[in-house]
């Protein structure tokens, strides 16, 4: 079974263009979550999507911005990039309308220059 | 915001030793959950614990929850090199929405 893929792996950006990263999950799972990971910062829960909806986000601006298709795979949208963007951006997935584990992807490594 | 706190930020131990890595945390939960994240990438659920829970093990590894004081601990036994990694303890909170919270993590350097 294949586990959640994230693409692309390295993205390079300048300030003031947009980013999209791209996440398919598991087989079988419907939500998928959104966490920026800084350096020093941990992990910062972004978006939340589920059956197709946002159901909660997190405290980032509104040029964060995704969505879900009908396929459950998810896209997040990071617009007019700022130079503090660049962090390790990780996609997780896990059945719907349950608080078990999370099954993490490798993650998108955003550089903003 | 986080919602947990790992303590330990740095530890640094010798092969064969005991890790212990403590979390607090500040709101009412469901469970707390451990990951491990290898070399900046994705990561991987340790372990579970529900918040009716006191104690639970996996192999090497034991977490033990106490929700008068809002903590955690996960032991790490028998410490091996391919235990170095960071390890985040994550909380589901109560009217969280589903979303796991997660502390900075303690970076654990296993030594041989």
């Known amino acids: 079974e294949a586990g959640v893929t994230q693409s692309p792996t390295h993205l390079i950006k300048t300030r003031g263009q947009q980013a999209t990263l791209r996440c398919s999950p598991i087989s079988g799972h419907t939500s998928v979550y959104w966490y920026q990971q800084a350096l020093g910062l941990g992990l910062q829960f972004l978006l939340w999507y589920d059956e197709g909806e946002e159901r909660n986000r997190g405290n980032f601006p509104p040029r964060f911005s995704g969505r879900q298709f009908p396929n459950y795979s998810s896209e997040l949208n990071v617009n007019a990039l700022e130079l503090e963007d660049s962090a390790l951006y990780l996609c997780a997935s896990r059945r719907t309308g349950t608080n078990e584990k999370l099954f993490f992807g490798s993650g998108t490594q955003l550089s903003v220059l | 915001s986080q919602q947990g706190e790992e303590d330990p930020q740095a530890l640094s131990i010798q092969e064969g030793e005991n890790a212990t890595m403590n979390c607090s945390y500040k709101?009412?939960?469901?469970?707390l959950q451990w990951y491990r994240q290898n070399s900046g990438r994705g990561l991987v659920h340790l372990i579970l614990?529900?918040?009716?829970?006191r104690e639970k093990h996996s192999g090497r590894l034991r977490v033990t929850l106490d929700t008068s004081k809002k903590s955690s601990s996960l032991l790490i036994t028998a410490s091996r090199a391919a235990d170095t990694a960071s390890y985040f303890c994550a909380t589901d909170a109560i009217n969280s929405g589903y979303a796991l919270n997660f502390g900075k993590g303690t970076s654990l350097l296993v030594t041989p």
């Open positions: 709101t009412s939960i469901n469970n």
């Open positions: 614990i529900r918040s009716n829970e």
